[in-house]
């Protein structure tokens, strides 16, 4: 209760509506209303939302009530809704699907208001009960359920399905035409926000981008608003499945020719569009400029691989010429030591026979196995020392006038390790000589026995004709032929024989024979035993002693006798008659024997080889 005080007036108390309540109110006005009700949960109110407030608020976006537009809501059939277009019947035209939720609730409670039977203002002779049977019709279609506006969004009336030729776009109209097309069906991508056409500046990763969205298009469009039969129509629910098996037919060949027309248009754009013309430009005369660089760089690489091989070339052929110069040299050099080392060898031999073997013409004619035996040793030198052995021989042999003293260098120079027993040598020399003369007598009658003479020219034929000649044997018995002087032929084979007795270390049965060496080799293996010529009541004894060695080193074969028997081998034919007589004859120090063991002994050894492989 107020009071009233003297002289004082009472104060008046400004009481503004405020709290939950309050907002809650305000709220729920504002969503009857179907306006943003944004500002207030936000307690903020910014000049740019007055504004978009202020224009919902003026409902421009909404169709203006015209004569035509009352025309058209009085032929409006409740029966007839499938057929209606709803955007027209709420005044949502200008917008259609671009409407959101809200305007479609502010468009139908303003249609409510106007024409709902209950508010008696449709004097104008409309019927207002079909009409907002209508009204409410096209609000449940577009404002209660997303599903339901989607199916009518999708068979919207006013939407422009069409799609130009080809024949009328061209690189010149190409965005004038086809950009309203794919912007037009934006409205129906799954996948927000949609990229569109662009122009002619536009970048590649956008054009790129645009065709890869549009190649992957998915469309959330369908088309059941257009079901020839509604299912709830059915009597029962076997009859409803049939009607909704068939309506999902026509659905999927309505999707099917949708996703079509898109994939034509598509394509028909990619086909037309002068940046694709102008990419595909680019990445031709990319891929040209790098088989270019390609080819460049093959070039390059050839031509560097060429220089390579041409100076690898030259320095091979500078390396062989140097090599042919270095063997050049090392042929001169040897043919020179070779030219020496013959000089020095006839300078020996002159010696010799100037020294009369160190005899006097009495004794030398008496003794013929003495000289043999100067000679003997003088060959074997001859073949076996160097030139500076022999230049070093000559100049001791110079100034000795006993034989037993030329004997002894002669053999202590042959072999120094049996210098030691020169002395028991020349002692036997004697008895030697009778045995030598009881040999002779014994085989004088042989009409094949071989002379001094005849062996000294074997000596000189072998080392003349070296294993590899061809016709070798032929040659030697030749040689021995036309030089012996008496008359006595010998045959290829007579030749082998001898070589190879003498290679052997039997020493033949003749007038004036002894052991003759025919290669270095042998010469040394036979100059650590004394020279002992052999008759013929010893000679079971000597070729048992033989044997036992022969027994012993049989098999033993060093790298040179390998080599000369696997040349033999190769050169002398398996049609030979003679094959290993000649094969031994070839191979220093073995005997066809022997030769024949190796070959055995090799095969068996390739055969085993072979065997272990195969397992």
């Known amino acids: 209760m107020a009071i009233a005080i003297y002289g004082f007036l009472s104060r008046r108390r400004k009481i503004e509506p405020a709290g939950i309540s309050y907002e809650f109110s305000l709220v729920k006005d504002k969503l009857t209303l179907g306006l943003s009700t944004w500002p207030i949960l936000k307690n903020a109110v910014k000049p740019i939302q007055i504004e978009e407030e202020t224009?919902?608020?003026?409902?421009?976006?909404?169709?203006?009530?015209?004569?035509?537009?009352?025309?058209?809501?009085?032929?409006?059939?409740?029966?007839?809704?499938?057929?209606?277009?709803?955007?027209?019947?709420?005044?949502l035209t200008k917008l259609r699907c671009e409407a959101t939720a809200a305007q479609i609730r502010t468009a139908y409670r303003?249609?409510?208001?106007?024409?709902?039977?209950?508010?008696?203002?449709?004097?104008d002779g409309l019927r207002s009960?079909?009409?907002?049977?209508?009204?409410?019709?096209?609000?449940?279609?577009?404002?209660?359920?997303?599903?339901?506006?989607?199916?009518?969004?999708?068979?919207?009336?006013?939407?422009?399905?069409?799609?130009?030729?080809?024949?009328?776009?061209?690189?010149?109209n190409f965005f004038r035409v086809l950009g309203p097309v794919f912007q037009r069906n934006a409205r129906f991508s799954v996948n927000q926000p949609v990229p569109l056409l662009g122009d002619e500046k536009s970048d590649r990763s956008h054009v790129e981008h645009f065709y890869d969205f549009w190649y992957n298009w998915k469309s959330w469009r369908e088309f059941s608003y257009l079901d020839a039969e509604d299912k709830q129509r059915g009597e029962d629910r076997w009859e409803r499945r049939e009607i909704e098996k068939q309506n999902k037919a026509e659905r999927e060949k309505r999707r099917k020719k949708d996703l079509k027309r898109i994939s034509t248009l598509v394509e028909m754009a990619y086909s037309v569009d002068p940046?694709?013309?102008?990419?595909?430009?680019?990445d031709k005369n990319k891929k040209l400029q790098m088989k270019e660089r390609r080819r460049k760089e093959k070039e390059l690489k050839e031509k560097i691989e060429l220089e390579q091989k041409r100076q690898k070339e030259k320095d091979l052929e500078e390396?062989?010429?140097?090599?042919?110069?270095?063997?050049?040299?090392?042929?001169?050099?040897?043919?020179?030591?070779?030219?020496?080392?013959?000089?020095?060898?006839?300078?020996?031999r002159d010696l010799s026979?100037?020294?009369?073997?160190?005899?006097?013409?009495?004794?030398?004619?008496e003794n013929p196995e003495q000289v043999f035996a100067i000679s003997e040793q003088i060959e074997r030198l001859c073949l076996s020392a160097e030139v500076d052995e022999l230049v070093n021989l000559c100049e001791r042999l110079k100034d000795?006038?006993?034989?037993?003293?030329?004997?002894?260098?002669?053999?202590?120079?042959?072999?120094?390790?049996?210098?030691?027993?020169?002395?028991?040598?020349?002692?036997g020399m004697s008895k030697n000589s009778t045995q030598s003369n009881d040999a002779t007598k014994t085989n004088s009658s042989s009409t094949n026995a071989w002379t001094h003479t005849e062996l000294q020219l074997l000596v000189k034929a072998v080392n003349l004709f070296p294993p590899g000649t061809q016709e070798r044997w032929k040659q030697v018995s030749g040689y021995i032929s036309e030089h012996s002087g008496e008359g006595n032929k010998r045959s290829e084979k007579?030749?082998?024989?001898?070589?190879?007795?003498?290679?052997?270390?039997?020493?033949?049965?003749?007038?004036?024979?002894?052991?003759?060496?025919?290669?270095?080799?042998?010469?040394?293996?036979?100059?650590?035993?004394?020279?002992?010529?052999?008759?013929?009541?010893?000679?079971?004894?000597?070729?048992?002693?033989?044997?036992?060695?022969?027994?012993?080193?049989?098999?033993?074969?060093?790298?040179?006798?390998?080599?000369?028997?696997?040349?033999?081998?190769?050169?002398?034919?398996?049609?030979?008659?003679?094959?290993?007589?000649?094969?031994?004859?070839?191979?220093?120090?073995?005997?066809?024997?022997?030769?024949v063991r190796r070959y055995k002994k090799l095969a068996e050894m390739v055969k085993n080889a072979k065997t272990e492989a195969a397992k």
Not at 61 to 80: G, I, Q, S
Not at 342 to 348: A, I, P
Not at 525 to 542: E, L, M
Request: aromatic share 6%; with cysteine.
């Open 129 to 172: 009960e079909s009409v907002f049977a209508c009204i409410q019709k096209a609000y449940e279609q577009l404002g209660v359920s997303e599903e339901k506006r989607r199916a009518f969004d999708s068979v919207d009336p006013t939407f422009d399905e069409n799609i130009p030729d080809n024949s009328d776009v061209n690189s010149t």
């Open 353 to 365: 026979s100037n020294k009369n073997y160190w005899l006097d013409n009495s004794l030398a004619a």
């Open 319 to 348: 390396e062989m010429i140097k090599k042919n110069e270095e063997e050049k040299k090392a042929l001169q050099a040897k043919q020179q030591k070779k030219k020496l080392l013959s000089n020095q060898r006839k300078q020996l």
């Open 275 to 282: 940046r694709i013309v102008k990419i595909k430009e680019e």
């Open 400 to 427: 000795i006038c006993v034989y037993d003293d030329a004997l002894r260098i002669l053999r202590e120079c042959s072999n120094p390790e049996s210098s030691s027993n020169s002395k028991q040598s020349n002692n």
């Open 494 to 595: 007579d030749v082998i024989k001898q070589v190879k007795q003498l290679k052997s270390g039997q020493l033949p049965s003749s007038n004036n024979s002894t052991t003759v060496p025919v290669n270095k080799n042998i010469q040394q293996q036979q100059t650590t035993t004394p020279d002992i010529p052999i008759n013929n009541t010893n000679n079971s004894q000597n070729n048992e002693q033989q044997n036992n060695i022969n027994k012993n080193t049989e098999d033993e074969w060093n790298a040179e006798q390998q080599r000369q028997f696997e040349k033999a081998l190769k050169e002398i034919p398996s049609s030979d008659a003679e094959r290993w007589d000649k094969i031994a004859a070839a191979v220093d120090g073995k005997t066809k024997k022997q030769c």
């Open 110 to 123: 303003q249609k409510v208001l106007k024409y709902h039977p209950d508010k008696g203002n449709a004097g």
């Open 55 to 91: 224009e919902d608020s003026s409902f421009e976006w909404m169709d203006e009530e015209t004569e035509k537009y009352k025309k058209y809501l009085a032929r409006l059939d409740p029966n007839d809704a499938k057929d209606q277009d709803h955007y027209k019947i709420l005044g």
